[in-house]
């Protein structure tokens, strides 16, 4: 048989989240600046290509190109209001981690 692991939301479960939801959301908005990324051509190392990550350029219309698009054009909309919901989620847990000690304790009584 497996035993069951007791999984306790502690204060330094919190502060890693927290750290983790600052970094992602750090490069959520890093991604969605305007500004384009350069990178090397092929052909000549020396010559820079600017690529910008705006969705909101036309890009061509190239299937893939479209697809990459609309995947990014879901994943911000998708993103949007994510470290409001991941704080009630958060808050949720806390609640319920504090209840169930609580009625653990009353039971053991």
Do not use: C, H, W
Request: glycine share 2%.
């Amino acid at each position: 048989m497996k035993k069951k692991i007791k999984t306790r939301f502690t204060l330094k479960s919190l502060i890693r989240l927290i750290i983790f939801l600052a970094i992602i959301y750090l490069l959520i908005s890093f991604i969605s600046l305007q500004k384009p990324l350069k990178i090397p051509t092929f052909n000549n190392p020396n010559k820079v290509e600017n690529i910008n990550l705006n969705p909101n350029i036309d890009l061509g219309q190239n299937q893939a190109m479209i697809f990459i698009q609309d995947k990014f054009n879901e994943l911000k909309k998708l993103s949007e209001g994510f470290p409001q919901k991941q704080i009630k989620e958060i808050q949720k847990m806390v609640v319920k981690n504090i209840y169930d000690d609580t009625i653990k304790k009353i039971d053991s009584n």
